[in-house]
């Protein structure tokens, strides 16, 4: 039972991310301004990569790629996550991210914030 289980879970996984990889495509066809068309494709391929690199051992296994995209799947992926970071703030207000969700505490002054109990509550978000 455990091992059907799994092996559902894993299909509707695989067919989660098909279905945002789909969606993603057909995303990108829409946009009109070539600037967001370009960053959102490398977000779309970070994604990608992120999905192969968790299945990369079944791919392996199964000869659908060789060792050697295998290794180059991470350099690849630390490129284009750093191309993301130069497009960060376009790509937060475009996805209409409220500034104060981003918000760490912890950040500022740990000494303060372990002070007092605090129950993971933000205050006075401000960036």
């Given at each position: 039972?455990?091992?059907s289980?799994?092996?559902f879970?894993?299909?509707?996984?695989?067919?989660?991310?098909?279905?945002?990889?789909?969606?993603?495509i057909?995303?990108?066809?829409?946009?009109?301004?070539?600037?967001?068309?370009?960053?959102?494709e490398?977000?779309?391929?970070?994604?990608?990569i992120?999905?192969?690199k968790?299945?990369?051992g079944?791919?392996?296994?199964?000869?659908?790629?060789?060792?050697?995209?295998?290794?180059?799947?991470?350099?690849?992926?630390?490129?284009?996550?750093k191309?993301?970071?130069?497009?960060?703030?376009?790509?937060?207000a475009?996805?209409?991210?409220?500034?104060?969700?981003?918000?760490v505490?912890?950040?500022?002054?740990?000494?303060?914030?372990?002070?007092?109990p605090?129950?993971?509550?933000?205050t006075?978000?401000?960036?």
């Amino acid at each position: 039972m455990r091992e059907s289980s799994d092996h559902f879970q894993e299909m509707a996984m695989a067919y989660g991310e098909r279905i945002a990889l789909e969606q993603s495509i057909l995303m990108l066809e829409q946009l009109q301004n070539e600037t967001n068309q370009k960053v959102m494709e490398v977000v779309f391929r970070v994604f990608a990569i992120d999905i192969v690199k968790t299945y990369s051992g079944f791919y392996l296994r199964h000869q659908a790629i060789s060792a050697g995209a295998a290794r180059t799947l991470m350099e690849t992926q630390k490129q284009l996550v750093k191309e993301v970071a130069r497009n960060v703030e376009p790509l937060l207000a475009s996805l209409n991210v409220p500034h104060e969700s981003l918000y760490v505490p912890i950040a500022k002054d740990y000494e303060k914030f372990y002070s007092s109990p605090n129950f993971g509550e933000v205050t006075n978000a401000r960036m």
